[in-house]
């Protein structure tokens, strides 16, 4: 199984930008669909984005679509989450994770369960 590897997080004002990175470890990456979630206090950990082990088939929730971008680099195992517009909203603990499971359409991946293996989370602050 995959091992996965958050950085990138930090604090930003309202309005900026952040990129996330996931690199990945002692699997084969390319095999895996790989997502973004992200968990508040007190809250639950939601989707944010995945994509496809080609990086041609995304889905972002629709809080973050037009903001957010999710990307992947197969042959450097890794993967990326740039951060437009940051809104105080989006303040959370961050997450990559791996599913190494099949689903027909992308948006199906927009579950915890759907994924398989997860990073252990880069802290995202967003002053107003």
């Known amino acids: 199984q995959v091992q996965l590897v958050e950085s990138g997080g930090g604090l930003v004002q309202a309005g900026g930008s952040l990129r996330l990175s996931c690199a990945a470890s002692?699997?084969?990456?390319?095999?895996?669909?790989m997502g973004w979630f992200r968990q508040a206090p007190g809250k639950e950990r939601e989707f944010v984005a995945a994509?496809?082990?080609?990086?041609?088939?995304?889905h972002y929730s629709d809080s973050v679509k037009g903001r957010f971008t999710i990307s992947r680099v197969n042959a450097e195992n890794a993967m990326y989450l740039q951060m437009d517009n940051l809104k105080p909203e989006d303040a959370a603990v961050y997450y990559c994770?791996?599913?190494?499971?099949?689903?027909?359409?992308?948006?199906?991946?927009?579950?915890?369960?759907?994924?398989?293996?997860w990073g252990q989370g880069t802290q995202v602050t967003v002053s107003t």
């Open positions: 994770g791996g599913s190494h499971k099949y689903y027909s359409s992308t948006d199906m991946y927009a579950a915890v369960g759907a994924f398989d293996c």
């Open positions: 994509s496809r082990w080609s990086g041609d088939s995304t």
């Open positions: 002692g699997g084969i990456f390319s095999a895996y669909t």
